[in-house]
């Protein structure tokens, strides 16, 4: 990525953290709550612990390696795909977040959580209609949850459809607040 590029992706971040901020992907959990309800081997818990130790302490590149190993052995265990794709894009390598969430769909096709990481590392890559797919299918995954659709209503805002935007916003927030998201949307386009 280069300099400019990477200035770029960080202030459309910046522009959007408002939006996105309760807007995240949902956590699959605490290690131990996966390990109980997984019947996960102590190797697999120990490998997802040592790997979140890593993240916690900066050491992307061993948290990646463990990450890696942890998936080897377990590949349906999706909150790995989730959090190796977490450390691609804290060092901006969002073609390589997509990879490891699309390499974790394979697994689980129809997953809310890594349908809706994809949208949004789509969103930072600017690729406005596939990060609209994926919050589509994310939505349809999980219709309870307001994440994806919210996710969904920014894209449409982003793209300029401000009428679908405002009906979607409108399925999760009150009228004020989804019109206040639309402004802020509204706003940034202009700039």
Same mark, same amino acid.
């Given at each position: 990525?280069?300099?400019?590029?990477?200035? /770029?992706?960080? &202030?459309?971040?910046?522009?959007?953290?408002? $939006?996105?901020?309760?807007?995240?992907?949902?956590?699959?959990?605490?290690?131990?709550?996966?390990?109980?309800?997984?019947?996960?081997?102590?190797?697999?818990?120990?490998?997802?612990?040592?790997?979140?130790?890593?993240?916690?302490?900066? /050491?992307?590149?061993?948290?990646?390696?463990?990450? &890696?190993? $942890?998936? *080897? /052995?377990?590949?349906?265990?999706?909150?790995?795909?989730?959090?190796? *794709?977490?450390?691609?894009?804290?060092?901006?390598?969002?073609?390589?977040?997509?990879?490891?969430?699309?390499?974790?769909?394979?697994?689980?096709?129809?997953?809310?959580?890594?349908?809706?990481?994809?949208?949004?590392?789509?969103?930072?890559?600017?690729?406005?209609?596939?990060?609209? &797919?994926?919050?589509?299918?994310?939505?349809?995954?999980?219709?309870?949850? *307001?994440?994806?659709?919210?996710?969904?209503?920014?894209?449409?805002?982003?793209?300029?459809?401000?009428?679908?935007?405002?009906?979607?916003?409108?399925?999760?927030?009150?009228?004020?607040?989804?019109? *206040?998201?639309?402004?802020?949307?509204?706003?940034?386009?202009? &700039?």
């Amino acid at each position: 990525m280069t300099p400019r590029r990477s200035a /770029r992706s960080r &202030r459309l971040a910046a522009l959007l953290l408002p $939006l996105l901020l309760g807007c995240s992907a949902p956590s699959y959990g605490s290690a131990d709550d996966w390990a109980d309800a997984g019947g996960r081997a102590p190797e697999s818990a120990a490998l997802h612990s040592m790997a979140r130790l890593y993240a916690a302490q900066g /050491r992307d590149a061993d948290a990646e390696a463990t990450l &890696r190993a $942890l998936l *080897a /052995r377990e590949p349906a265990f999706l909150p790995g795909w989730e959090e190796l *794709a977490r450390l691609y894009v804290r060092r901006e390598l969002l073609d390589g977040a997509v990879a490891a969430l699309e390499l974790g769909l394979q697994e689980a096709p129809d997953d809310p959580v890594l349908l809706n990481d994809v949208g949004l590392c789509r969103l930072l890559q600017r690729d406005l209609p596939a990060a609209e &797919r994926a919050f589509v299918h994310a939505s349809a995954s999980a219709p309870d949850d *307001a994440r994806p659709r919210s996710n969904l209503a920014l894209v449409l805002a982003l793209q300029g459809r401000d009428e679908e935007a405002l009906a979607v916003w409108q399925q999760v927030l009150p009228l004020a607040q989804a019109r *206040a998201n639309l402004d802020l949307v509204t706003a940034a386009r202009a &700039r």
